[in-house]
């Protein structure tokens, strides 16, 4: 069975410059969440969607981030414009249902520079 | 406001030993805990979890411990192996909502 699938694993970008990530969530799963991670830190939840529903979008900037997941299935993550502190690892991750373990992608990692 | 902590940022074991890995949290509301390996340039992989209804969880080598009063959990790793060595992160749920509130890690090595 295909993991939670995302690209790309790395990205290098200037600061101002918009950037995109997407990930593909394990097939059947509903919920589907996009978490931050910075260096020596936990994950930290920024918008989670319940089918194509974002229920708790409460820790997405949402000055300079937006999230969509059409057809319930497959999400971006977009940042316009990147700042050098959006520097940063990127974890997708889906569960069955919401009260469920999720499971991560490997992340993006992005560099802001 | 950290609401789970992971106050050890990292613990070294021989092989065949016990880890004991501890986690604290702060918010009562939290009913379901669950502990993640992640190693170098992957995402976080799923150990075990345990509902707050119970104490004790146990899956072959790891088993994880609760004491609600003191708002406490702990991950037992026995015996530990070299392929044990990875990044051990707890995490809080409320009311089974979906959202993972997870600690800063602890770092686990496993000498030979």
């Known amino acids: 069975e295909a993991g939670v699938v995302q690209s790309p694993r790395y990205k290098i970008i200037e600061k101002k410059q918009p950037v995109a990530f997407w990930c593909n969530p394990i097939?059947?799963?509903?919920?589907l969440y996009w978490y931050l991670q910075n260096l020596g830190q936990g994950p930290e939840l920024l918008i989670r969607?319940?089918?194509?529903?974002?229920?708790?979008d409460s820790q997405l900037p949402k000055d300079r981030f937006s999230a969509e997941r059409l057809k319930g299935v497959d999400s971006t993550l977009k940042i316009q414009p990147a700042e050098l502190g959006d520097s940063a690892v990127y974890l997708c991750?889906?569960?069955?249902?919401?009260?469920?373990?999720?499971?991560f992608g490997q992340g993006t990692r992005l560099t802001v520079v | 406001d950290q609401q789970v902590k992971q106050n050890s940022p990292s613990l070294s074991v021989q092989e065949g030993r016990i880890s004991i890995l501890n986690c604290d949290y702060t918010?009562?509301?939290?009913?379901?805990f669950l502990w993640y390996k992640k190693y170098p340039a992957e995402g976080p992989t799923f150990l075990i979890s345990?509902?707050?209804?119970?104490d004790k969880n146990e899956d072959g080598r790891f088993t994880v411990f609760l004491n609600k009063s003191a708002k406490h959990l702990s991950l037992h790793i026995v015996p530990s192996q070299p392929g044990d060595s990875a990044v051990y992160f707890c995490?809080?749920?409320?009311?089974?909502?979906?959202?993972?509130?997870f600690g800063q890690g602890t770092e686990l090595s496993v000498k030979p």
């Open positions: 991750a889906s569960s069955f249902q919401r009260n469920t373990e999720a499971f």
């Open positions: 097939s059947g799963h509903n919920t």
């Open positions: 995490a809080a749920m409320r009311n089974r909502g979906g959202k993972l509130i």
């Open positions: 918010n009562s509301m939290f009913d379901y």
């Open positions: 345990i509902s707050s209804i119970k």
């Open positions: 969607y319940e089918n194509e529903e974002a229920v708790d």
